[in-house]
């Protein structure tokens, strides 16, 4: 039986103890949910899915799915405050679970409008990120892609729509939008105001993702043109390079996405594509010269690592993928260098996960404080395809 054969890879196992460590199988009293994490975890059940056709995998996709959603769409347990976080009933909350945004799912409360701000601290603490929505939205539409249902594509619809409505905001001295980096739970105030450097670029590849596959919705709800504008005046003259090797992930996988998206008629100018894969070229160099991989573990951040493995997988399928859509990618001169060059430092993404996949090395602080997210990353690295 295929799905049997399937248990024993390593992508596999490590999403079936992720499963079970976090309450999603066999369901816990208190599952833990955090975002991040769990859209990643949706995509690589729909990978497996996809791999064995073992439909155990979809389920487990689809109950995260709708977990994640009943944990993170609605207040915490330690908050006086009940039920969904956007202010809709049981009713209607259950039919537009994302209507108010998600929360990260850190374990400490949310700040409170009177408590002094301490950076230290505000890691740990809950609220609303940006970019965790967008990688929930990319989770969404992967399974509209995968199981055909719209209804996950409108979700991710109605939660682009929010985040776009909250996130952004008008400095009052002008100088052009602005985007928080962190908001609070129900969305009514900035807890971090100042933009993080790519989140512009996550909201505009994410909803260019959604207008496409909802394109193709028989009941065509109302599309994300108004918001699309605004994420793209946003990138205009932003700086995008990074030595940071999970923003340089997040680059990779979004120079992947938009060439995906050009065979579709977006991002028709190429621009986007070509100034992606030259930063993330000076930005892989810079973060390769500084030596980081050459560290023990105790000193190394594993989930970091990880999203570089992650980019660079999906740099290997934009080297095949551009030769087999010459028609869109001709005059594009500029472009084919720079995947060889990226396509070079494939073996990077193997030295990762060899050395995160080495029990020894499982046995740091690193791997063990965070160990979900880890776990999931490594798996997403080996078994890319349900993720890109």
Same mark, same amino acid.
């Given at each position: 039986?295929?799905?049997?054969e *399937?248990?024993?890879s390593?992508?596999?196992?490590?999403m079936m %103890?992720?499963?079970?460590? !976090?309450?999603?199988?066999? $369901?816990? @009293?208190?599952?833990?949910?955090?975002?991040? +994490?769990?859209?990643?975890?949706?995509?690589?059940?729909?990978?497996?899915?996809?791999e064995?056709?073992?439909?155990?995998?979809?389920?487990?996709?689809?109950g995260?799915?709708?977990?994640?959603?009943w944990?993170?769409?609605? /207040?915490?347990?330690?908050?006086?405050?009940?039920?969904?976080?956007?202010?809709?009933? #049981?009713g209607?909350?259950?039919?537009?679970?994302t209507?108010?945004?998600?929360?990260?799912?850190?374990?400490?409360?949310?700040?409170? =409008?009177? #408590? =002094?701000f301490?950076e230290?601290?505000?890691?740990?603490?809950d609220g609303?990120y940006? /970019?965790?929505?967008?990688?929930?939205?990319?989770?969404?539409?992967? +399974?509209t892609a995968? !199981?055909?249902?719209?209804?996950f594509n $409108?979700?991710?619809? #109605?939660?682009?729509?929010?985040a776009?409505?909250r996130?952004?905001?008008?400095?009052p001295?002008g100088?052009?939008?602005?985007?928080?980096?962190?908001? *609070? @739970? %129900?969305?009514? /105030?900035?807890?971090?105001?100042h933009t993080g450097? /790519? %989140?512009?670029l996550?909201?505009?590849?994410?909803?260019?993702e @959604?207008?496409?596959?909802?394109?193709?919705?028989?009941d065509k709800?109302?599309?994300?043109?108004e918001? @699309?504008?605004?994420?793209?005046?946003?990138?205009?003259?932003?700086e995008?390079?990074?030595?940071?090797?999970l923003?340089?992930?997040?680059?990779?996988?979004?120079?992947? *996405?938009v060439?995906?998206?050009? +065979?579709?008629?977006?991002?028709l100018?190429?621009?986007?594509?070509?100034?992606?894969?030259?930063?993330?070229?000076?930005?892989?160099?810079?973060f390769? *010269?500084?030596?980081?991989?050459? #560290?023990?573990? %105790?000193y190394?951040?594993?989930?970091?690592e990880?999203?570089?493995?992650?980019?660079?997988?999906?740099?290997?399928?934009l080297?095949?993928?551009?030769k087999?859509?010459?028609?869109v990618?001709?005059?594009?001169?500029?472009?084919?260098?720079?995947?060889?060059?990226?396509?070079g430092?494939?073996?990077?993404a193997t030295?990762?996960?060899?050395?995160?996949?080495?029990p020894?090395h499982?046995?740091?602080?690193?791997?063990?404080?965070?160990?979900?997210?880890?776990?999931?990353?490594?798996?997403?690295s080996?078994?890319?395809?349900?993720?890109?």
């Amino acid at each position: 039986m295929r799905g049997e054969e *399937s248990i024993g890879s390593p992508t596999a196992r490590m999403m079936m %103890d992720f499963a079970h460590y !976090t309450g999603l199988s066999p $369901r816990g @009293i208190a599952p833990r949910r955090y975002l991040w +994490t769990d859209a990643f975890g949706v995509c690589n059940f729909l990978g497996l899915y996809k791999e064995t056709k073992d439909e155990r995998y979809r389920d487990l996709a689809l109950g995260l799915v709708e977990q994640t959603h009943w944990v993170l769409g609605r /207040h915490r347990e330690d908050d006086r405050r009940t039920g969904w976080i956007s202010g809709l009933d #049981e009713g209607q909350g259950n039919l537009h679970p994302t209507m108010g945004g998600l929360r990260i799912g850190k374990k400490l409360k949310e700040r409170r =409008p009177e #408590e =002094p701000f301490d950076e230290r601290l505000e890691w740990d603490r809950d609220g609303q990120y940006f /970019h965790y929505l967008t990688k929930w939205m990319h989770a969404l539409n992967r +399974t509209t892609a995968v !199981t055909g249902d719209f209804r996950f594509n $409108r979700w991710a619809l #109605e939660l682009a729509r929010v985040a776009s409505a909250r996130f952004v905001y008008e400095p009052p001295r002008g100088g052009g939008r602005r985007m928080a980096w962190k908001m *609070s @739970i %129900d969305l009514s /105030h900035p807890l971090v105001p100042h933009t993080g450097q /790519h %989140d512009p670029l996550d909201g505009l590849v994410a909803f260019t993702e @959604i207008e496409s596959t909802g394109s193709a919705d028989p009941d065509k709800p109302k599309g994300l043109k108004e918001e @699309i504008a605004v994420m793209t005046e946003m990138c205009r003259g932003r700086e995008w390079l990074t030595d940071d090797p999970l923003g340089l992930g997040s680059l990779l996988s979004d120079a992947y *996405s938009v060439a995906r998206l050009m +065979t579709k008629g977006y991002f028709l100018s190429k621009d986007l594509l070509s100034t992606l894969l030259d930063v993330a070229t000076e930005g892989l160099d810079a973060f390769v *010269s500084q030596g980081s991989l050459e #560290e023990p573990a %105790d000193y190394r951040l594993p989930f970091r690592e990880l999203g570089l493995s992650i980019g660079l997988k999906g740099i290997t399928r934009l080297a095949a993928f551009t030769k087999e859509n010459r028609a869109v990618f001709r005059g594009t001169t500029d472009v084919e260098p720079l995947i060889r060059t990226l396509s070079g430092r494939g073996p990077l993404a193997t030295t990762i996960e060899g050395f995160w996949l080495d029990p020894e090395h499982q046995q740091a602080e690193t791997w063990k404080e965070h160990r979900d997210i880890n776990m999931v990353m490594l798996a997403t690295s080996l078994s890319p395809d349900g993720y890109l």
